[in-house]
């Protein structure tokens, strides 16, 4: 049973960093691919990024470009975001998902909440 | 990039009754190589993360009921939900996996009478 479980949520000041961890159990970790998809209270889903499952390639949306980063370490089934210049406006439930390049989100953990907040 | 409009934005329906969501995209989603559309749909219960229904656009995920089912290509696309019952209660949100940025719909309201 597929098992994904974030954490390092928590509330930051503008312009401060955070950094989420997921922990993945249940399948091949190195032959997936992960995601990190967010939903700001009350909100819909916004894709934020992807990373395939040997670290190759990442992709970012635009609105996180340049100042988020996800990395990965297959020997330890985790994937991680950094995220750096915080704003208001990434509050939201960050939720790690598991899903192949050009394949839908099969798996999603539970989430975390990040609070960019003064 | 591509974007998804979902439609209608809330969608009351009686128990017993059938629900329609539609998502179109900006720009078609079926790569004509393999003939297949990059498009799935989720749904989300209050409280819950979202789980995938279908992908492929039609193709039905393990253990969702056949109530469910995905229609459509290029960039027009349905999911119906036949018989609705209590517990089909939850925001439907579509997506495309045809390239990044992986976007979604704005989600689908689904409420029952």
């Known amino acids: 049973q597929v098992h994904l479980v974030e954490s390092g949520g928590g509330v930051v000041q503008p312009g401060g960093s955070l950094r989420l961890s997921c922990g993945a159990s249940g399948f091949i970790f190195s032959d997936s691919g992960m995601h990190w998809v967010r939903q700001a209270p009350g909100k819909g889903l916004e894709w934020v990024t992807f990373i395939t499952y040997d670290g190759s390639n990442k992709y970012y949306a635009d609105s996180v470009k340049g100042r988020f980063t996800i990395s990965r370490d297959n020997s330890k089934s985790t994937v991680n975001l950094h995220m750096n210049s915080l704003r208001p406006e990434d509050t939201a439930i960050y939720f790690c998902?598991?899903?192949?390049?050009?394949?839908?989100?099969?798996?999603w953990g539970q989430g975390t909440l990040v609070t960019v907040s003064s | 990039d591509i974007v998804m409009t979902q439609s209608p934005d809330s969608l009351t329906a009686s128990l017993g009754e059938r629900a329609t969501i539609n998502c179109k995209s900006s720009q078609s989603v079926l790569y004509s190589s393999n003939n297949k559309n990059y498009l799935a749909w989720y749904q989300q219960k209050p409280g819950q993360p979202p789980k995938l229904l279908i992908y492929w656009a039609s193709t039905r995920e393990s253990g969702v009921p056949d109530r469910f089912s995905g229609s459509g290509s290029g960039t027009d696309f349905t999911l119906t939900i036949n018989s609705l019952q209590a517990e089909d209660v939850a925001v439907y949100y579509c997506q495309q996996y045809y390239s990044t940025p992986y976007n979604f719909g704005q989600g689908t309201k689904l409420e029952i009478k």
């Open positions: 998902a598991r899903g192949g390049t050009s394949g839908p989100v099969e798996n």
